[in-house]
């Protein structure tokens, strides 16, 4: 991988935007990120629109996704969301079912099941999350930049606006932005906390929900910096994904790239001679089919020049195709000077289908999910723990009883709420609980306390070990071990 030092024809620097640089800003010998300058000052990116058969079918799938994206939240399944992530209470909701605090071993399996399986998914098909469905490209490439196209005038010729933009149309831009951005914290913030609390946060005044507001506000803003400052600072700064590739990828994995084969000695086209038979354009003799025209840089999101070979700034955004594609249309060579291929295929060697990721990651991924399964089979519905007491005594009582007084913890862990009781089987030992029988909430952590009196006959060396039975309204049937103190 390299980092690209070519010059950027799609972008803006800070001293071309009148800002000059100070000639005691210390100069960097080399260019460190595509959207810096030397001197360490924002280059801005303006990248022209490609159209072609990646961007349709890309803004095809984008359009699906923001409204997936938008209805998830409202999508439910017997009256339980598809997916909440409730993280005040505690309580994640995925596909419809409810996992607690006490299901940290599901969780677990279930996330590293999901980072294998991008792993897997970027070793064959290289990073077509981040070009095709991450929200972060989504969002920007298909809501914010055609506003910045449609009312900064660039209208998707790249670089930055020559002419200067009428007061009426910068304001147009930003409240467009602020709208969308609103939106997008909207359905961010109803995976977190439901469409119900969303509504009434919309409907009722800030003051009632002070901090609900703060919260609404604080996203919004977060959103408005991302999408019209940080933008693609985000996929190359602070996404650990791009950082990853290196690891993530190898050399047969699928992957935009330029031919540089074919490409090589890249140079400008000759000028049009008149011919008999009308204009023609020819090749320099011993040129590639590359003429250095730079629509690839251009209409690159990040900066780079995909000449240079592959860079963790690519965000396979496939853009440099279709804007390769038109370029080969229009000088009558085949497309794919920049196709999606593998590093092993640009270089001649056989592609191998078969690799060693390419089998661990699914084995690992099978393994993980049937333990998933399994643990998920075997989940017990109510978590029922007995808690310490402070003062661990016992109390004859004046018929002769022992009196054991103890408190237990029971959580919900269903998804509905549930009726529990508890009981001895032994009809010597008598339970009393003004606590039961107790209904409780789903996910909700309840204690009880119970007294439970037991003829001094049954205690040995002054212990008598029994088990307390546990049922609730939906058929649980379960038992737990006490233990109860009494004379010796
Ligand atoms: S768009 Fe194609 S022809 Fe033009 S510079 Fe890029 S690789 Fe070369
Ligand atoms: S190099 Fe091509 S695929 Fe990669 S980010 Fe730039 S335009 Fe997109």
Known sequence: MSNSNADHPATTSGSEAGQAASPQNLQSPDMVLTTLDKDGKRRWMFPRLSKGRFLSKRRAVAYLLIALFTLIPY??????????????????????????????????????????????????????????????TVYMEFLYRPIERLLSGTAGKGGK???????????????????????????????????EALRTWI?????KHPVAFVVMAFTTVMM?????????????????????????????????????????PRGKMARKKKQQDG????????????????????????????????????????????????????????????????????????????????????LIIAVLLTAFIFALSSKQHVYIK??????????????????????????????QPRTYNLAFDNPEIRLTSEDLPITIAPGQPTQINIQIYTPPSLFKNGKHLTSIRITDDNGYNSTLDVSLLGPF
């Open 75 to 136: 999508i439910k399944i017997n009256g339980t969301p598809f997916i909440l992530l409730d993280i005040v209470h505690r309580k994640f909701i995925i596909f419809s079912y409810t996992f607690l605090p006490t299901d940290g071993i599901l969780l677990a399996i279930l996330l590293v099941s999901f980072f294998l399986s991008i792993f897997f998914i970027t070793a064959v098909l290289g990073r077509v999350w981040c070009g095709w469905a991450c929200p972060q």
């Open 161 to 195: 606006p020559t002419k200067t933009i009428a007061g009426w149309r910068l304001a147009a831009k930003y409240v467009l932005y602020f709208l969308v951005s609103c939106y997008l914290a909207h359905t961010f913030l109803a995976y977190f906390v439901g469409v």
């Open 203 to 207: 409907v009722s005044s800030p003051f």
């Open 224 to 264: 408005l910096f991302d999408f019209t400052i940080f933008r693609e600072q985000l996929c190359i700064i602070a996404c650990p994904y791009g950082r990853f590739q290196s690891v993530l990828l190898d050399r047969n994995s699928l992957i935009v790239t330029y031919d540089k084969n074919r490409g090589e």
């Open 279 to 362: 204009d023609i354009a020819l090749p320099v003799a011993d040129n590639g089919d590359c003429i250095d025209c730079k629509m690839c840089v251009q209409t690159c999101p990040t900066g780079i020049d995909i000449r240079d070979g592959l860079q963790f700034e690519c965000v396979s955004c496939t853009q440099c195709i279709d804007a390769c594609d038109s370029i080969m249309d229009k000088i009558k060579k085949p497309r794919g000077l920049i196709r999606y291929s593998s590093q092993a295929a640009i270089d001649g060697e056989k592609q191998k289908l078969l690799r060693p990721r390419i089998i661990v990651y699914p």
């Open 386 to 415: 007995e808690l310490r007491q402070v003062r661990v005594n016992y109390a004859a009582q004046t018929d002769g009883s022992i009196l054991n007084v103890k408190q237990f913890k029971i959580i919900n862990r269903d998804d």
